[in-house]
């Protein structure tokens, strides 16, 4: 009899897979978020704070500046407000004498000095505080020439007044070189002697029972002579910070 010789079996080849057999399909799992550290974690709160209190602090500011200036706005419309007018009014020496003595030569001198002081405003009052004159010379241009200070009260002046302040100061045995008590003499002589007289005080504004803080300022009426004095009323100059210029 005879027999038939079998075909050799073929190995399936590893990660093969039957076309025929059903395909199960294994759920996947979500991605999973990374774990950041506490320390990264407490920054990132930490800038969000920051960023929070800078908006605020921005938007308080704006607003502040928003306020003071329509506030600003809304008092200058309403009082108008105006700066003091000073005046120097006159000037007169009740006493000039330079006395030659053995050991050089001696200045003894008294000012009488009348400043005035108006206030143009109809809805604001002034608070004068405690005021320091001092009145000099600088003799045709060289060394300035002290004609002696005093200290003049506070007062307050009311709307649209006009107040005269007087001042008389005194300087006795103020020692000066030869050359310059002629020339003082011959200056005073023939009235081309100039003055200066610099107030130093503080001001503030009224309205009813309100008062503003008191700002320091300096008053200067200067380089004006004796002769031009006699007929005329120059006006002063008001400094503010000691470099601001207001009039």
Not at 128 to 137: D, F
Not at 193 to 222: A, E, Q
Request: with cysteine; net charge positive; hydrophobic share 35%.
């Amino acid at each position: 009899m005879a027999t038939q010789s079998g075909k050799p079996i073929l190995q399936k080849p590893p990660g093969y897979r039957d076309p025929t057999l059903p395909v199960h399909s294994t759920p996947k799992l979500p991605p999973r978020r990374p774990i950041l550290p506490p320390s990264l974690k407490q920054k990132k709160k930490r800038r969000s704070c920051c960023r929070i209190c800078y908006c605020f602090c921005f938007v308080f500011v704006l607003i502040l500046i928003l306020v003071i200036s329509i506030s600003t706005l809304v008092f200058y419309l309403w009082f108008d407000p105006k700066l003091p007018v000073f005046h120097l009014q006159s000037f007169s020496f009740p006493r000039f004498n330079v006395t030659v003595k053995p050991d050089g030569n001696y200045l003894n001198v008294q000012t009488l000095t009348r400043v005035e002081v108006r206030n143009p405003n109809g809805k604001l009052t002034y608070g004068y505080g405690n005021s320091k004159v001092e009145i000099s010379t600088t003799a045709d241009g060289g060394d300035e020439i002290d004609f002696g200070s005093t200290k003049v009260p506070g007062f307050t002046q009311a709307k649209k007044n006009v107040t005269s302040l007087k001042i008389e100061t005194k300087s006795n045995d103020q020692l000066i070189e030869q050359g310059v008590a002629a020339k003082l003499n011959r200056l005073h002589n023939n009235k081309n002697l100039k003055v200066k007289v610099v107030v130093r005080s503080t001001v503030g504004l009224g309205v009813g029972g309100w008062k503003m803080r008191p700002v320091g300022f300096n008053v200067i009426c200067g380089d004006m002579t004796l002769k031009s004095l006699d007929s005329a009323m120059p006006k002063c100059t008001i400094n503010v910070f000691k470099w601001i210029k207001l009039n």
